[in-house]
């Protein structure tokens, strides 16, 4: 969890965040509940499931109970965009999307939204299972050889290590959306999760 003042109580590879946040301008006072929860291949769950509570600052009575997933998928995307857009080589032009699930697509549409890339590739574990429409919405609005090439990657984080072709290597103990930026002569990193 992002916010000040989150806190996650951890049931061995499961999660249930609670991220509570003031804002004096918006004069909004909420909550969001996340439960992330280790998915094996037999669950049909979102791994992150979220709800977002808005109360009334003056009171205290809650006012409305939001789905919390859109803003999740978006928001996460949108601040890997911001550092993206201080970050990123000028001359970047291939996209490298780790991981093709939740956080891959939005990172997608915003990327290819904001950003003029030229190419897009992709990685995941496996073709197969609950993920294959993410795949699919990677990949349909791009002409089809410029289909994300497969590589083998994880989504986990941790130092980038060179590896052949330029493409960066993330180790096991690495986690949450990455986005890669090599360039001829190197690999840049450009953004990741602040988790
Ligand atoms: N900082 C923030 O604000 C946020 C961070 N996150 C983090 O972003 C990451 C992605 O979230 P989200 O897209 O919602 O998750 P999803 O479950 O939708 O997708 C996870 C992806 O990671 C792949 N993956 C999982 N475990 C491994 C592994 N051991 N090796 C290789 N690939 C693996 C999955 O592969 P496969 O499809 O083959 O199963 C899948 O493609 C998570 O770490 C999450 O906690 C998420 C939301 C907010
Ligand atoms: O919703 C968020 O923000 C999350 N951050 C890190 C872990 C999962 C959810």
Redesign the pocket.
Same mark, same amino acid.
Request: hydrophobic share 25%; net charge positive.
């Given at each position: 969890p992002?916010a000040p003042g989150s806190r996650a109580t951890t049931l061995s590879a499961r999660f249930l965040g609670v991220m509570p946040a003031y804002s004096a301008a918006d004069d909004a006072l909420t909550t969001k509940l996340v439960t992330?929860y280790e998915?094996r291949g037999d669950s049909a769950a979102?791994?992150?499931q979220a709800t977002v509570l808005l109360f009334d600052p003056r009171c205290g009575s809650l006012r409305a109970v939001l789905d919390g997933s859109v803003i999740?998928a978006k928001?996460?995307a949108a601040?890997s965009a911001i550092a993206t857009k201080l970050l990123m080589p000028r001359s970047a032009e291939v996209l490298c999307i780790l991981?093709?699930?939740?956080? @891959?697509r939005s990172h997608y549409e915003i990327f290819m939204e904001l950003f003029p890339f030229t190419e897009v590739r992709g990685t995941?574990?496996?073709l197969l299972?609950a993920?294959r429409a @993410?795949v699919r919405g990677l990949t349909s609005r791009l002409p089809k050889e410029k289909l994300p090439h497969a590589c083998h990657t994880?989504?986990?984080r941790t130092q980038p290590q060179r590896k052949q072709n330029g493409w960066p290597s993330f180790g096991r103990e690495s986690?949450?959306?990455i986005c890669a930026f090599p360039r001829r002569s190197g690999c840049g990193i450009a953004a990741s999760? @602040?988790?």
């Open positions: 992002t992330f998915r979102p791994s992150h999740t928001r996460t601040v991981g093709a699930g939740v956080q @891959a995941r574990r496996s299972g993920d @993410a994880t989504v986990k986690r949450g959306p999760s @602040a988790r």
